[in-house]
């Protein structure tokens, strides 16, 4: 919430989340901090889809931005996509490059549409023509599937396309809207430039009601948009039964907790005391190579600054990334794209 905020600061816009019955005190949170916000409160999980059509059907500007509550945005990145947008025709669906809370590309950001082949391949373990491997992660192109954590287009492209098909309670819906923009003539586009961190550990986890919903997704996208075909049924049928029992979350190594975190920041006394542990002051990158946790501080740093140094120190070596949001009372963060993201408060 934080980061969009900021993104919005000098943006003619309105942010509008819609709380599907959480218990975990967000909309009070919401209320107190961000008065301004339009807040939804259902007294039911209505599902993703339904959710954000809930969030669309008020909305008045021109452009909309689907976007995950455990998402972390630069403060541009509303700037640059309205600039991209309106210098393109038949614009459908723009998607960004994701990263998970380690600093790892996510391959989701740009997809193949998911013919049967390619489905009954991914199904099998093989992901190769199911992710769009011919678009490099940093680079601009059109691609035929986006991924639902960020979707930005204009608000008249989404009621075109009627939105988020609502049969689909979890998983698929942004398959099937990014191929139905496909259908109706539009161009979607990867805007790899633009990079926008996702804590997507808790749709990962491989338990059986994932399995469920994600077979049973493509299942709905299946019978909707191709021909009836028995062999992808009976896989599916399989993946529904068994994939839960066979497929596991893969291990996160551990962190040595032990070692000192290492942040560059003005409040190392306030983190030290609430942490109660030794935090280290740094002002180089290599300085902090050998720490097993850093901590980003906002009240010292940009949110594009941070996802810049989280990618480029993730590549040296294996550290544990903590952004300290700035007058809060937490600190947010993963290890990867597997482990459920992490919310410390104090």
Request: hydrophobic residues 40%; positive net charge; charged residues 25%.
């Amino acid at each position: 919430m934080h980061s969009v905020k900021a993104a919005t600061t000098n943006i003619d816009s309105e942010i509008i989340v819609v709380d599907n019955n959480s218990h975990d005190g967000s909309c009070e949170m919401v209320k107190q901090l961000f008065s301004e916000v339009i807040l939804i409160e259902n007294k039911e999980n209505l599902g993703f889809s339904k959710g954000n059509n809930q969030g669309v059907a008020v909305a008045k500007g021109e452009y909309i931005c689907i976007l995950n509550p455990d998402t972390v945005v630069p403060e541009d990145v509303f700037s640059q996509l309205l600039k991209f947008s309106e210098a393109k025709e038949n614009l459908g669906i723009v998607g960004c490059k994701l990263i998970d809370g380690s600093g790892k590309f996510l391959p989701e950001s740009k997809r193949n549409i998911p013919v049967v082949k390619v489905a009954l391949q991914k199904i099998r373990g093989n992901s190769a023509n199911y992710y769009a491997n011919h678009v490099q992660e940093d680079e601009v192109a059109k691609v035929n599937i986006l991924v639902g954590a960020f979707m930005f287009m204009k608000r008249a492209v989404y009621n075109q396309l009627e939105g988020f098909d609502e049969d689909y309670f979890m998983y698929g819906e942004d398959i099937d809207l990014s191929y139905k923009a496909i259908k109706a003539g539009l161009d979607n586009y990867y805007f790899g430039t633009t990079m926008v961190i996702h804590y997507k550990g808790e749709s990962t986890l491989k338990d059986k009601s994932y399995a469920k919903r994600f077979y049973g997704a493509m299942q709905i996208f299946y019978k909707k948009h191709f021909k009836s075909n028995i062999v992808f049924d009976v896989f599916v049928w399989l993946g529904i039964k068994l994939a839960f029992l066979f497929r596991k979350a893969p291990k996160v190594a551990k962190k040595d907790s032990k070692n000192s975190y290492a942040f560059s920041s003005k409040n190392v006394e306030f983190l030290s005391k609430k942490l109660q542990k030794q935090i280290l002051l740094v002002n180089s990158k290599e300085e902090i190579k050998n720490a097993s946790t850093v901590i980003f501080d906002t009240s010292s740093m940009t949110y594009k600054e941070i996802i810049s140094n989280l990618i480029h120190l993730n590549r040296k070596s294996d550290i544990s990334f903590r952004i300290l949001v700035n007058n809060s009372n937490f600190i947010i963060g993963s290890d990867s794209s597997n482990s459920r993201g992490e919310v410390i408060t104090f």
